[in-house]
């Protein structure tokens, strides 16, 4: 296919032009926060993965807020959707973390996440971003902009949060050692 290989072309050299900007240097990456009080998520309000983030978090920290910027994800309006939905998310008061999530498809489906303009909103997001775009093998320029990819929407929840239950068994550790020193 002519088309598949034009847009590969292309995005190879929006590749090279944003890594020479320093778009994707690790040293600019921010850690995602231990203890999140609201999480922001763009996609779309209708597909499973709004679900699917919903269900981990809930499961996993339900102490957190999460507040969905909806967005389209894949056609020609799906660039400035994201965009607008990033944008609102910076306009929140105390976004955390901001989870930016689509499932997989196609390089056809997923090109909004390869646009220069997506790239530059997420480098530009006031909060540190984590990208789960497609599926393990797929990776956008969103992904390599981001503070971190995960390979799934399920997956970049559960690195938002912590484990309710991890941090119930820290604390009973602590408490049982605390009260040890304290018996000697």
Excluded: C
Excluded at 57 to 73: K, Q
């Amino acid at each position: 296919q002519e088309g598949v290989g034009d847009l590969q072309l292309r995005l190879e050299q929006l590749k090279l032009q944003l890594e020479n900007e320093g778009l994707f240097d690790q040293s600019r990456k921010r850690p995602i926060p231990q203890f999140p009080q609201r999480v922001g998520v763009v996609t779309s309000p209708t597909g499973a993965v709004w679900q699917d983030i919903q269900t981990v978090i809930r499961r996993r920290y339900p102490l957190v807020e999460v507040l969905l910027a909806p967005s389209a994800v894949q056609g020609e309006s799906a660039a400035p959707s994201i965009i607008d939905a990033l944008e609102a998310l910076d306009g929140e008061p105390d976004i955390d973390v901001v989870i930016l999530a689509r499932g997989g498809g196609s390089l056809e489906d997923l090109w909004s996440f390869n646009e220069e303009a997506v790239a530059r909103a997420v480098f530009a997001s006031k909060a540190p971003v984590i990208s789960a775009v497609g599926h393990e093998t797929d990776v956008t320029i969103a992904d390599l902009v981001a503070d971190l990819r995960a390979p799934t929407p399920s997956v970049a929840a559960e690195m938002a949060v912590p484990d309710q239950f991890d941090l119930s068994a820290g604390l009973l550790a602590s408490r049982q050692t605390l009260t040890a020193s304290l018996g000697n």
